[in-house]
């Protein structure tokens, strides 16, 4: 019988100490006090929720538990830590992973995507006018080049708001890009607020929200629903929106 190797990271257990100021961030988010273990799809596992809500702080913490830094990259980058919050969530992560470990690991991060460019540049004795910088490209195309050129398959990644630099023709690419990836053996844990991205075949979406973290099927999503609502009926919800009060 052949073992399964994903999903590489299959689960999160949260053991809150006795010392938690539970008054202090991140700890007074609502859905990190409710987090007690998340299980990991074998290929994605979307979190979503409103700004605020944990989503990106539980994934962060993920990251920082996995040996990643804040700022985002892969392992080599790990020494670089700009990013002002230090997830003290992550001391409280237990990792349940599988027997084998992926080839390849990334942690894209939108908001400190720049602190990474800037340090590639300098670890290739690049400037950031050189042709091969990311520098030189649109923060778009920049993302793309990191999702095409540095994902290279058996891999776990951990994506937080990919979709902050992308058109929607770009989120399709990633979006056929992720699939290309599964189909290579590996995983993905992704926030996000895009419903392109959320369309993923048999992902599991977990809700992050007042009242703790909980699954959710694509077409019961808020960012399902309102979309849809929206670009069926344009017309009737930009006049609500701008009706005098």
């Known amino acids: 019988m052949v073992l399964a190797a994903k999903p590489y990271l299959q689960r999160i257990t949260a053991l809150f100490g006795d010392a938690i100021d539970w008054e202090s961030h991140p700890y007074n988010v609502p859905a990190v006090q409710a987090l007690e273990s998340i299980d990991f799809h074998a290929d994605v596992t979307f979190f979503i929720g409103e700004n605020g809500a944990g989503k990106s702080t539980v994934l962060e913490a993920i990251a920082l538990a996995l040996g990643f830094s804040l700022d985002g990259g892969n392992f080599n980058v790990s020494r670089l830590n700009t990013a002002q919050e230090r997830a003290p969530l992550a001391q409280s992560l237990r990792l349940q992973k599988s027997f084998k470990l992926p080839r390849d690991r990334y942690f894209l991060r939108a908001e400190t995507f ?18 091969a910088s990311l520098h030189t490209r649109s923060h778009g195309e920049a993302f793309m080049d990191v999702l095409l050129g540095k994902l290279k398959g058996k891999g776990l990644y951990l994506l937080d708001e990919p979709e902050a630099a992308l058109s929607p023709n770009r989120q399709l690419a990633a979006l056929s890009l992720i699939h290309q990836l599964v189909q290579d053996q590996s995983q993905f844990i992704i926030a996000t607020h895009s ?12 809700l992050f929200d007042g009242t703790g973290i909980s699954e959710m099927a694509y077409e019961d999503t808020e960012h399902y629903a309102v979309t849809r609502d929206f670009l069926n009926h344009y017309p009737r919800r930009l006049e609500q929106l701008f009706a005098p009060d």
């Open 114 to 131: 720049h602190h990474v460019a800037s340090f590639i540049d300098e670890a290739n004795n690049r400037t950031s006018a050189s042709r």
């Open 195 to 206: 419903p392109i991205l959320l369309a993923y075949p048999n992902a599991k979406i977990l």
